[in-house]
Nanobody, 125 residues
């Protein structure tokens, strides 16, 4: 199992930007597919973005497409989520997830072996 630690959350005004980071403690980070999910109070956890092991492919929820960008730095064992043009409805706890074995479709459905504790993002109107 991979240990994941998120950072970079905070309070931002609508239209602003934040960059989230997720540091992974594993010697085989390049073999791990990564994803971001979010969960707002009273709502179910939802998929935000995912990136394949090779970083050749990225996937996004329709609600964030064109505003958010997921990327990874295998040399730093870190995945990032650049969030631009933030909206109040983006407010949530953002969680990093990882899996070394499942395909990206399963990962996007939340079938991930490892999860971080989450970082709070609050967007004020």
């Amino acid at each position: 199992q991979v240990q994941l630690v998120e950072s970079g959350g905070g309070l931002v005004q609508a239209g602003g930007s934040l960059r989230l980071s997720c540091a992974a403690s594993t010697r085989t980070f390049r073999n791990v597919a990564m994803a971001w999910f979010r969960q707002a109070p009273g709502k179910e956890r939802e998929f935000v973005a995912a990136i394949t092991r090779s970083a050749w492919s990225t996937f996004y929820a329709d609600s964030v497409k064109g505003r958010f960008t997921i990327s990874r730095d295998n040399a730093k064992n870190t995945v990032y989520l650049q969030m631009n043009s933030l909206k109040p409805e983006d407010s949530a706890v953002y969680l990093c997830a990882a899996d070394a074995d499942r395909d990206i479709a399963a990962i996007m459905r939340g079938m991930c072996t490892s999860w971080g504790q989450g970082t709070q993002v609050t967007v004020s109107s």
